[in-house]
């Protein structure tokens, strides 16, 4: 089987609407929750138009089905209590003055469950690195820390757990990675 990496386009929102809703893990317990992972957030057609337009949305095609999307984002004009927010703030503030340089937001990302195994999300982190390395520094992504499945595979790709951080009753962390320096180390 083939499967194609690239931007999406307008007609692979439906697909990314519905996989974001199957991954998110509703109606398992906690500890199921913990054990499979979930992407969080609501996400509309008009959102995945604006992040379209960004940094960009990459997906995996898998002849016409879509085998997993990793969504990239500016991290301009946010809401004030979201977690991306206080992602970027928790990260710049952990960098104690240090230049962080350009910064753009990672996350969420999902593969469907058929296709997992198959290196899937490597191929996307790669594809979504090659295209942002000239344009961005350091990529800001959130986990909350009840996601253990989420926590583990960032950590295996070698993401910086770069802060922590509470937003109302939950807690995060706050992982970074220079999409150039992914590229030649795959991590």
């Known amino acids: 089987m083939t499967i194609d990496v690239r931007r999406s386009r307008p007609e692979d929102h439906a697909a990314i609407l519905t996989l974001m809703d199957q991954s998110r893990g509703e109606g398992l317990s906690d500890e199921e929750r913990a054990r499979r992972g979930f992407v969080q957030g609501q996400m509309t057609p008009g959102l995945l138009d604006r992040f379209q337009q960004g940094p960009g949305i990459f997906v995996a095609d898998a002849e016409g089905t879509l085998a997993g999307f990793a969504i990239t984002s500016e991290p301009t004009h946010l809401p004030p209590h979201h977690p991306a927010t206080a992602a970027v703030s928790a990260v710049t503030e952990a960098a104690d003055g240090r230049d962080l340089g350009r910064l753009v937001l990672y996350g969420p990302a999902a593969v469907d469950d058929h296709y997992q195994g198959r290196g899937i999300l490597t191929r996307l982190l790669t594809t979504l690195s090659r295209t ?56």
């Not at 990529?139 to 922590?164: D, I, P």
């Not at 807690?171 to 030649?184: N, Q």
């Open 132 to 187: 942002l390395q000239d344009d961005y520094d350091l990529a800001v992504a959130f986990v909350e820390t009840t996601n253990a499945r989420s926590l583990a595979v960032h950590r295996h790709y070698g993401m910086t757990e770069a802060a922590h951080f509470t937003l109302g009753d939950r807690t995060y962390a706050a992982f970074t990675f220079s999409p150039a320096t992914f590229l030649t180390t795959g991590r």
